[in-house]
């Protein structure tokens, strides 16, 4: 068969070897704009990894009274410390507190189920 003795098999691999270099280097370039994107858009909206220490999810309907509460214990306990709203999702709001670093390394000590700072 003229096929078989032409350099057509030689070709059909050449073409397939290109094929897969080139999908791949293409993908990796998609993959890694899209993760550059993505990374930068999450730690704007939430922070970079380790900034904020606590998460607080709560309910959208009971959100004004948990953010008193939340911002009492907060100055009495942390001062210092600072709450940043987050993303919001379907019924629920998400809040994150920054604790400042010198009580961060302090121990809690418990006496009578009470705990202080």
Do not use: C, H
């Not at 600072?82 to 302090?106: C, F, Q, T």
Request: without cysteine.
């Amino acid at each position: 068969m003229f096929l078989l003795k032409s350099d057509f098999r030689k070709d059909i691999v050449i073409l397939l070897i290109a094929s897969i270099i080139l999908g791949t280097l293409l993908v990796l370039g998609g993959g890694y704009l899209a993760d550059n994107y993505f990374v930068n858009m999450v730690s704007t909206i939430i922070g970079d990894y380790g900034e904020y220490d606590l998460l607080f999810t709560i309910s959208s309907d009971k959100e004004e009274i948990a953010l008193e509460q939340i911002r009492e214990i907060a100055e009495k306990t942390l001062p210092g410390s600072k709450l940043k709203a987050g993303p919001k999702v379907i019924g629920s709001s998400n809040y994150l507190l920054k604790i400042p670093e010198e009580y961060k390394k302090r121990r809690d000590i418990y006496k009578s189920g009470e705990v202080f700072l």
